[in-house]
């Protein structure tokens, strides 16, 4: 508003005119929209002050400049200055005292923002080229929704060059044209227009002298083009609405959809975690199964070699009896055989030493096996609850295709590492019965050895058979002690045999327990298979949703496209028949007018036979 009162007193100025007082006093806010300057007088200088100082306007949407009585240039001025303006929506120029104007002519052409034009009590059907102007500027018009023409002295002339425009025109809804002289032919010609236009809701012709048919006929055509308006808003409202409700459910579909993969990966990554660390503990405890495996099949190996030679010593014991008694027979007869057995008792001695000792090692071995025996229970009993608590966790998983390959892979290396520590049993096997045949052949090495002292001790034992007679009562003594000590051995043979048959049971207990770990294993698979298949299920029925969607908006767009299509068409029908009516009019025109001549002619002949 600053810029506009700057401009129009420095106008003013270059005028030499006094500005009115009301246009200085004009409130200076920024935000004002509309210019009310009705009921003025303003006059053709102060008009074009206006219009100089309204040049490049882009804040005025309404302008009021009624009863101004600015005249043609004054209306000029203003309109010239309203030309760039992308903003104007509202003209009233009533009582401008306008004849004619090419600027406002210019501006109904080139302005695509003014939506409403009132131009009442003015003269522009008083010259043909006033209302011309306007009817050809209306043809290219694009935004104007309502004219006011009324109290404009518009001939039939003036309605025919009209009726023309509005035949192109298809925006103009409401047309004002009241008192004015288009009498019963302008009436007809809008008639023959409103056949071609379907835009047209409202025509106001009060005070033209029009018929009452032919105004019928107008308000039948009006409130068809209503109706079609009506039907044209609804069915664009339907197709805004359609589009919103297809929008709203594509953009509905697509969250459900983002929603259901973010659940899907976020489950996949909680049943991946889940499972590494089920997993993690399942190898624990293949590692401990395991290990378990080797310790008792290394118990059983040592608890094998020590009764075979517990069994052995047992039997060389009983033979080392025998051979006492028919020694103790045989020493009267045969003093070699007296050296035979002292040989035979040197080495049982130190069979006895070696037997103590053996002892004394199989004591500290069954402690270690007892302990190590405790720490496997302890060990088993953490695994079974590891594998309870392993269970309930594997019940609320939904496993993937690649973790459950990946532990079928794992379990498939153990049992080959089974396998191979199988085979290594065998080896082992194998090099204890190695082991045995060198021991024989070193028994065999140490019986030669053992001929060779005896014929050395030959020669020592007939000059110690005396010693050995006052011995022989000691190692009696010996024996019987002896015989005590295998009574002893016997009994701690038995417990161990007992102990064995324990640690049997424990074996057999642990083998049906990983008979059960493999069961809980093979479940499991099935569970994972069955989760898998879930998955496969979901991931089907998001395609299907998909697809669906995918062909209900095929359909709709398949539907709007249709409809697109058909409105093109009867948009093309509309423009063939409205050119179709355009050069019939012309012919009617042209036969019209050839009649009117002849009718002139016939009627100068007939006065100037009269006059004759």
């Given at each position: 508003?600053?810029?506009?009162?700057?401009?129009?007193?420095?106008?003013?100025?270059?005028?030499?005119?006094?500005?009115?007082?009301?246009?200085?006093?004009?409130?200076?806010?920024?935000?004002?929209?509309?210019?009310?300057?009705?009921?003025?007088?303003?006059?053709?200088?102060?008009?074009?002050?206006?219009?100089n100082?309204?040049?490049?306007?882009?804040?005025?949407?309404?302008?009021?400049?009624?009863?101004?009585y600015?005249?043609?240039?004054?209306?000029?001025?203003?309109?010239?200055?309203?030309?760039?303006?992308?903003?104007?929506?509202?003209?009233?120029?009533?009582?401008?005292?306008?004849?004619?104007?090419?600027?406002?002519?210019?501006?109904?052409?080139?302005?695509?923002?003014?939506?409403?034009?009132?131009?009442?009590?003015?003269?522009?059907?008083?010259?043909?080229?006033?209302?011309?102007?306007?009817?050809?500027a209306?043809?290219?018009?694009?935004?104007?929704?309502?004219l006011d023409?009324?109290?404009?002295?518009?001939?039939?002339?003036?309605?025919?060059?009209?009726?023309?425009?509005?035949?192109?025109?298809?925006?103009?809804?409401?047309?004002?044209?009241?008192?004015?002289?288009?009498?019963?032919?302008?009436?007809?010609?809008?008639?023959?227009?409103?056949?071609?236009?379907?835009?047209?809701?409202?025509?106001?012709?009060?005070?033209?002298e029009?018929?009452?048919?032919?105004?019928?006929?107008?308000?039948?055509?009006?409130?068809?083009?209503?109706?079609?308006?009506?039907?044209?808003?609804?069915?664009?409202?339907?197709?805004?609405?359609?589009?919103?409700?297809m929008?709203?459910?594509?953009?509905?579909?697509?969250?459900?959809?983002e929603?259901?993969?973010?659940?899907?990966?976020?489950?996949?990554?909680?049943?991946?975690?889940?499972?590494?660390?089920?997993?993690?503990?399942?190898?624990?405890?293949?590692?401990?199964?395991?290990?378990?495996?080797?310790?008792?099949?290394?118990?059983?190996?040592?608890?094998?070699?020590?009764?075979?030679?517990?069994?052995?010593?047992?039997?060389?014991c009983?033979?080392?009896?025998?051979?006492?008694?028919?020694?103790?027979?045989?020493?009267?007869?045969?003093?070699?055989?007296?050296?035979?057995?002292?040989?035979?008792?040197?080495?049982?001695?130190?069979?006895?030493?070696?037997?103590?000792?053996?002892?004394?090692?199989?004591?500290?071995?069954?402690?270690?096996?007892?302990?190590?025996?405790?720490?496997?229970?302890?060990?088993?009993?953490?695994?079974?609850?590891?594998?309870?608590?392993?269970?309930?966790?594997?019940?609320?998983?939904?496993?993937?295709?690649?973790?459950?390959?990946?532990?079928?892979?794992?379990?498939?290396?153990?049992?080959?590492?089974?396998?191979?520590?199988?085979?290594?049993?065998?080896?082992?096997?194998?090099?204890?019965?190695?082991?045995?045949?060198?021991?024989?052949?070193?028994?065999?090495?140490?019986?030669?050895?053992?001929?060779?002292?005896?014929?050395?001790?030959?020669?020592?034992?007939?000059?110690?058979?005396?010693?050995?007679?006052?011995?022989?009562?000691?190692?009696?003594?010996?024996?019987e002690?002896?015989?005590?000590?295998?009574?002893?051995?016997?009994?701690?043979?038995?417990?161990?045999?007992?102990?064995?048959?324990?640690?049997?049971?424990?074996?057999?207990?642990?083998?049906?327990?990983?008979?059960?770990?493999?069961?809980l294993?093979?479940?499991?698979?099935?569970?994972?298979?069955?989760?898998?298949?879930?998955?496969?299920?979901?991931?089907?029925?998001?395609?299907?949703?998909?697809?669906?969607?995918?062909?209900?908006?095929?359909?709709?767009?398949?539907?709007?496209?249709?409809?697109e299509?058909?409105?093109?068409?009867?948009?093309?029908?509309?423009?063939?028949?409205?050119?179709?009516?355009?050069?019939?009019?012309?012919?009617?025109?042209?036969?019209?007018?050839?009649?009117?001549t002849?009718l002139?002619?016939?009627?100068?002949?007939?006065?100037?036979?009269?006059?004759?």
């Amino acid at each position: 508003m600053k810029k506009f009162k700057a401009s129009y007193l420095q106008q003013c100025k270059e005028l030499c005119i006094e500005p009115i007082a009301m246009i200085v006093h004009l409130p200076e806010e920024e935000n004002i929209t509309s210019l009310n300057l009705g009921e003025l007088t303003l006059g053709t200088k102060n008009g074009i002050a206006i219009g100089n100082s309204l040049l490049g306007n882009q804040t005025f949407s309404h302008i009021n400049l009624s009863e101004s009585y600015m005249g043609d240039q004054g209306v000029d001025a203003v309109c010239l200055g309203l030309l760039q303006s992308k903003v104007l929506e509202c003209l009233d120029l009533r009582g401008s005292n306008l004849y004619k104007s090419s600027a406002l002519a210019q501006l109904i052409m080139k302005s695509y923002s003014l939506k409403e034009l009132k131009c009442e009590w003015n003269n522009l059907g008083v010259y043909e080229s006033g209302i011309t102007e306007i009817a050809e500027a209306l043809k290219l018009n694009k935004s104007i929704v309502t004219l006011d023409l009324r109290n404009n002295k518009i001939t039939p002339e003036g309605a025919h060059t009209l009726a023309l425009a509005l035949k192109v025109n298809n925006v103009l809804q409401n047309l004002d044209l009241r008192w004015n002289n288009i009498g019963v032919r302008g009436g007809k010609y809008l008639v023959e227009t409103l056949q071609d236009n379907y835009t047209l809701i409202d025509i106001k012709l009060a005070g033209n002298e029009i018929d009452y048919k032919t105004l019928q006929e107008i308000e039948r055509l009006t409130k068809r083009n209503n109706d079609i308006m009506i039907t044209k808003q609804k069915e664009l409202f339907i197709s805004e609405k359609l589009h919103g409700e297809m929008n709203e459910f594509t953009s509905l579909q697509n969250k459900r959809i983002e929603t259901l993969q973010h659940q899907v990966v976020q489950q996949q990554n909680i049943y991946g975690t889940q499972l590494k660390s089920t997993h993690e503990q399942l190898i624990d405890l293949e590692k401990q199964n395991a290990k378990l495996i080797s310790d008792l099949s290394e118990s059983k190996t040592n608890e094998r070699i020590f009764s075979e030679k517990a069994k052995e010593l047992e039997e060389k014991c009983s033979t080392l009896e025998n051979n006492f008694q028919s020694e103790y027979k045989t020493h009267l007869e045969c003093k070699k055989q007296l050296k035979e057995r002292n040989d035979e008792f040197l080495a049982l001695k130190e069979i006895c030493e070696e037997l103590q000792k053996e002892k004394v090692r199989n004591e500290s071995t069954i402690k270690k096996l007892n302990e190590q025996l405790t720490n496997k229970e302890e060990i088993l009993v953490n695994t079974n609850q590891k594998l309870y608590s392993a269970q309930n966790d594997k019940s609320e998983l939904n496993a993937e295709l690649i973790d459950t390959h990946r532990q079928i892979e794992l379990l498939q290396n153990s049992v080959r590492t089974l396998t191979m520590i199988e085979q290594e049993y065998g080896k082992l096997k194998q090099k204890i019965s190695e082991t045995e045949i060198e021991k024989e052949r070193a028994l065999i090495d140490l019986k030669s050895k053992c001929d060779d002292d005896k014929i050395h001790s030959e020669k020592i034992l007939n000059e110690k058979i005396q010693y050995e007679r006052e011995k022989f009562a000691q190692l009696s003594e010996e024996h019987e002690r002896l015989k005590n000590k295998n009574k002893s051995h016997e009994n701690t043979i038995v417990k161990l045999q007992d102990k064995l048959q324990q640690v049997d049971r424990q074996l057999t207990e642990t083998n049906n327990e990983l008979d059960s770990k493999k069961l809980l294993i093979n479940q499991l698979q099935s569970k994972l298979k069955d989760n898998e298949d879930n998955l496969q299920k979901l991931n089907d029925k998001i395609n299907t949703l998909q697809n669906n969607h995918k062909k209900e908006i095929d359909n709709l767009n398949y539907k709007i496209d249709l409809k697109e299509n058909q409105i093109l068409s009867l948009e093309k029908e509309n423009r063939q028949s409205q050119l179709e009516i355009v050069k019939l009019k012309e012919q009617n025109d042209k036969n019209l007018y050839a009649i009117e001549t002849r009718l002139t002619q016939e009627l100068k002949s007939v006065i100037n036979e009269l006059k004759r």
